[in-house]
Nanobody, 119 residues
Framework: QVQLVESGGGLVQPGGSLRLSCAAS????????MGWYRQPPGKQRELVAT???????AYGDSVKGRFTIARDNAKNTVLLQMNSLKPEDTAVYYC?????????????WGQGTQVTVSS
């Protein structure tokens, strides 16, 4: 089994910044991709930012230029730096990892962390 532990959510004013962290642990043979999705209230889950299997970073259109994803391969960790936050960024943010867990390749999700942007 693989566990994804997220941290760093909270309440922030519009224009502010937050940093989210996600650490993967457990039976990990290889991480193909890892990143962040979000689910705003009443809406579907959407891509925020992720590292794909070829190592490149992909961003959702609404966060380009404001959010930056980074990773620490040695620690199986990804960070999401969120700047210039807007009320529409309010959502539950989920960490996602495409992992081979010594049995098979499969997708894992974290428990989610709430980000609220409000004055």
């Amino acid at each position: 089994q693989v566990q994804l532990v997220e941290s760093g959510g909270g309440l922030v004013q519009p224009g502010g910044s937050l940093r989210l962290s996600c650490a993967a642990s457990g039976r990990i043979l290889h991480i193909y991709g890892m990143g962040w999705y979000r689910q705003p209230p009443g809406k579907q889950r959407e891509l925020v930012a992720t590292f794909t299997s070829d190592g490149s970073a992909a961003y959702g259109d609404s966060v380009k230029g404001r959010f930056t994803i980074a990773r620490d391969n040695a620690k199986n960790t990804v960070l999401l730096q969120m700047n210039s936050l807007k009320p529409e960024d309010t959502a539950v943010y989920y960490c996602n990892a495409d992992v081979h867990d010594w049995t098979k390749r499969q997708n894992y999700w974290g428990q989610g962390t709430q980000v609220t942007v409000s004055s």
